[in-house]
């Protein structure tokens, strides 16, 4: 059975930093995508970041890019993300998510997004919040 846990998520102030982490179970973790999404009320999923536990690779939303930093511990089957200089409009639940693909991406407005349709298996989110 595939499980992604989230952990590391809470009440942050702006400008703080936060780590969360994915722990991982029930499949080859060495050769899929990881991707961290978050929702925040009222608002679409989006696609936050991704690594692929095979080559490395690394996508990050344009968002984020700069103040996020992802990684992964294959050892571990564990993926970080790592939230540096906390804005209010961070505050979401953040999930992670696995994708049997390398390029779980999509175009929206003519910039490369991952797709939440490609990746197979959620975990039940983690909430941060950022107050201002």
């Known amino acids: 059975e595939v499980q992604l846990v989230e952990s590391g998520g809470g009440l942050v102030q702006a400008g703080g930093s936060l780590r969360l982490s994915c722990v991982a179970s029930?499949?080859?973790?060495?050769?899929?995508?990881i991707g961290w999404f978050r929702q925040a009320p009222g608002k679409e999923r989006e696609g936050v970041s991704s690594?692929?536990?095979?080559?490395?690779?690394?996508h990050y939303a344009d968002s984020v890019r700069g103040r996020f930093t992802i990684s992964s511990d294959n050892a571990k089957n564990t993926v970080y993300l790592q939230l540096n200089s906390l804005k209010p409009e961070d505050t979401a639940v953040y999930y992670c998510?696995?994708?049997?693909?390398?390029?779980?991406?999509?175009?929206?407005?003519?910039?490369?997004?991952?797709?939440?349709?490609?990746?197979?298996?959620w975990g039940q989110g983690t909430q941060v919040t950022v107050s201002s």
């Open positions: 998510a696995a994708a049997g693909i390398a390029r779980p991406f999509t175009v929206v407005a003519g910039k490369l997004s991952l797709s939440p349709s490609a990746f197979g298996s």
């Open positions: 029930g499949f080859n973790f060495d050769d899929y995508t």
């Open positions: 690594i692929s536990t095979k080559d490395g690779s690394l």
